[in-house]
Nanobody, 115 residues
Framework: QVQLVESGGGLVQAGGSLRLACAAS????????MGWYRQAPGKQRELVAK???????NYADSVKGRFTISRDNAKNTAYLQMNSLKPEDTAVYYC?????????WGQGTQVTVSS
């Protein structure tokens, strides 16, 4: 049974930082791409960043230079370091693992950035 559990969300002032973590179980973590998505109220879920099994990364234009995705295969965990946070970064952040059979999602963690 695949499980993705996010942590690290919270309330932060604009300009602050947060580090999200996604702990995975039930999959061969090291061979899978990991992604972070977010969904703000009234908006569609959007890709924030992803990292492939060999460490190649991809970012949404809106977070380039501020967010960094990384992974620790020994801990089956992916991270999203978020710096210089803006109010528009407020959303529920979800961890994602796309596999051949289906996509897996975590339950989400709320990030709120106050101005």
């Amino acid at each position: 049974q695949v499980q993705l559990v996010e942590s690290g969300g919270g309330l932060v002032q604009a300009g602050g930082s947060l580090r999200l973590a996604c702990a995975a179980s039930g999959i061969i973590f090291s061979v899978n791409t990991m992604g972070w998505y977010r969904q703000a109220p009234g908006k569609q879920r959007e890709l924030v960043a992803k990292i492939t099994s060999n460490g190649r990364t991809n970012y949404a234009d809106s977070v380039k230079g501020r967010f960094t995705i990384s992974r620790d295969n020994a801990k089956n965990t992916a991270y999203l370091q978020m710096n210089s946070l803006k109010p528009e970064d407020t959303a529920v952040y979800y961890c994602n693992v796309p596999t051949f059979a289906r996509d897996y999602w975590g339950q989400g963690t709320q990030v709120t950035v106050s101005s």
